[in-house]
Protein backbone atom coordinates (compact mmCIF):
# COMPACT_ATOMS: atom_id res chain seq x y z
CA UNK A 1 0.00 0.00 0.00
CA UNK A 2 0.95 3.56 -0.27
CA UNK A 3 1.48 6.52 2.21
CA UNK A 4 1.27 10.20 1.81
CA UNK A 5 2.97 12.59 3.83
CA UNK A 6 1.79 16.39 3.41
CA UNK A 7 3.57 19.52 4.75
CA UNK A 8 3.47 23.11 4.31
CA UNK A 9 -0.17 24.29 5.12
CA UNK A 10 -0.21 27.53 7.39
CA UNK A 11 -1.72 30.77 7.58
CA UNK A 12 -0.27 33.90 5.22
CA UNK A 13 -1.52 36.98 4.04
CA UNK A 14 -2.90 37.79 0.73
CA UNK A 15 -0.27 38.19 -2.08
CA UNK A 16 2.18 35.45 0.14
CA UNK A 17 3.50 31.91 -0.97
CA UNK A 18 3.20 28.67 0.31
CA UNK A 19 4.92 25.49 -0.83
CA UNK A 20 3.25 22.41 -0.35
CA UNK A 21 4.78 19.00 -0.15
CA UNK A 22 3.85 15.42 -0.33
CA UNK A 23 5.68 12.54 -0.29
CA UNK A 24 4.63 8.83 -1.51
CA UNK A 25 5.92 5.70 -0.06
CA UNK A 26 5.17 2.42 0.14
CA UNK A 27 6.40 -0.69 -2.38
CA UNK A 28 5.95 1.64 -5.32
CA UNK A 29 6.73 0.51 -8.68
CA UNK A 30 6.36 3.54 -10.88
CA UNK A 31 4.10 6.92 -10.50
CA UNK A 32 1.28 7.62 -12.58
CA UNK A 33 -0.01 10.85 -12.00
CA UNK A 34 0.63 12.91 -8.05
CA UNK A 35 -1.25 15.62 -7.41
CA UNK A 36 -3.29 18.04 -5.17
CA UNK A 37 -6.86 18.44 -4.36
CA UNK A 38 -8.75 21.56 -2.68
CA UNK A 39 -11.95 21.43 -0.62
CA UNK A 40 -13.40 25.01 1.10
CA UNK A 41 -16.44 24.99 3.18
CA UNK A 42 -19.67 23.94 1.73
CA UNK A 43 -17.83 23.02 -2.02
CA UNK A 44 -16.97 20.11 -3.31
CA UNK A 45 -13.48 18.25 -3.32
CA UNK A 46 -11.90 19.95 -6.47
CA UNK A 47 -8.39 19.25 -8.77
CA UNK A 48 -6.11 22.00 -8.13
CA UNK A 49 -3.14 21.14 -9.86
CA UNK A 50 -1.62 17.19 -11.19
CA UNK A 51 1.47 15.98 -12.85
CA UNK A 52 2.30 12.60 -14.73
CA UNK A 53 5.26 10.56 -14.40
CA UNK A 54 6.18 11.38 -17.48
CA UNK A 55 6.16 15.11 -16.27
CA UNK A 56 3.17 16.43 -17.67
CA UNK A 57 1.18 19.16 -15.84
CA UNK A 58 -2.71 20.43 -15.39
CA UNK A 59 -3.91 23.00 -13.70
CA UNK A 60 -7.39 23.92 -12.81
CA UNK A 61 -7.96 27.59 -14.06
CA UNK A 62 -8.17 29.56 -10.76
CA UNK A 63 -4.45 28.49 -10.19
CA UNK A 64 -3.26 28.84 -13.33
CA UNK A 65 -0.28 31.35 -13.24
CA UNK A 66 0.23 31.48 -9.35
CA UNK A 67 0.52 27.70 -8.77
CA UNK A 68 2.88 25.00 -10.18
CA UNK A 69 3.09 21.71 -9.34
CA UNK A 70 6.67 20.29 -10.01
CA UNK A 71 8.63 16.85 -8.64
CA UNK A 72 11.65 16.83 -6.39
CA UNK A 73 14.24 15.20 -6.35
CA UNK A 74 13.56 12.89 -4.09
CA UNK A 75 11.65 9.73 -5.84
CA UNK A 76 8.04 9.92 -5.37
CA UNK A 77 7.82 13.72 -4.07
CA UNK A 78 6.08 16.50 -5.73
CA UNK A 79 5.49 20.24 -4.55
CA UNK A 80 2.41 23.15 -5.35
CA UNK A 81 4.33 26.49 -5.15
CA UNK A 82 1.36 28.73 -4.50
CA UNK A 83 2.00 32.26 -5.40
CA UNK A 84 -0.28 35.62 -5.33
CA UNK A 85 -2.38 33.36 -2.89
CA UNK A 86 -5.88 34.91 -2.68
CA UNK A 87 -8.50 34.39 0.37
CA UNK A 88 -10.49 32.84 -2.16
CA UNK A 89 -7.66 29.64 -2.13
CA UNK A 90 -8.65 28.86 1.97
CA UNK A 91 -9.46 25.37 2.05
CA UNK A 92 -7.86 21.58 3.29
CA UNK A 93 -5.36 20.79 0.24
CA UNK A 94 -5.26 17.21 -0.38
CA UNK A 95 -2.25 15.36 -2.00
CA UNK A 96 -3.69 12.38 -4.26
CA UNK A 97 -0.93 9.86 -5.48
CA UNK A 98 -2.33 7.36 -8.55
CA UNK A 99 0.59 4.44 -8.08
CA UNK A 100 1.44 0.92 -9.97
CA UNK A 101 2.30 -0.82 -6.94
CA UNK A 102 5.40 -3.58 -7.24
CA UNK A 103 2.92 -6.35 -7.27
CA UNK A 104 1.31 -4.37 -10.84
CA UNK A 105 -1.57 -3.61 -8.46
CA UNK A 106 -2.88 0.02 -9.29
CA UNK A 107 -4.46 2.57 -6.33
CA UNK A 108 -5.02 5.60 -5.59
CA UNK A 109 -4.20 6.65 -2.01
CA UNK A 110 -5.55 10.67 -0.86
CA UNK A 111 -3.38 12.05 2.09
CA UNK A 112 -4.66 13.57 5.28
CA UNK A 113 -4.93 17.47 4.66
CA UNK A 114 -2.99 20.35 5.61
CA UNK A 115 -4.79 23.80 5.96
CA UNK A 116 -3.85 26.62 3.74
CA UNK A 117 -5.75 29.91 5.05
CA UNK A 118 -5.35 32.85 3.69
CA UNK A 119 -5.87 35.98 5.50
CA UNK A 120 -5.24 39.31 6.46
Known amino acids: QVQLVESGGDLVQPGGSLRLSCAASGNIFSINVMGWYRQAPGKERELVATITGGGSTNYADSVKGRFTIFRANTRNTVYLQMNSLKPEDTAVYYC??????????????WGQGTQVTVSS
Open 96 to 109: NADVSLVTGRRVRT
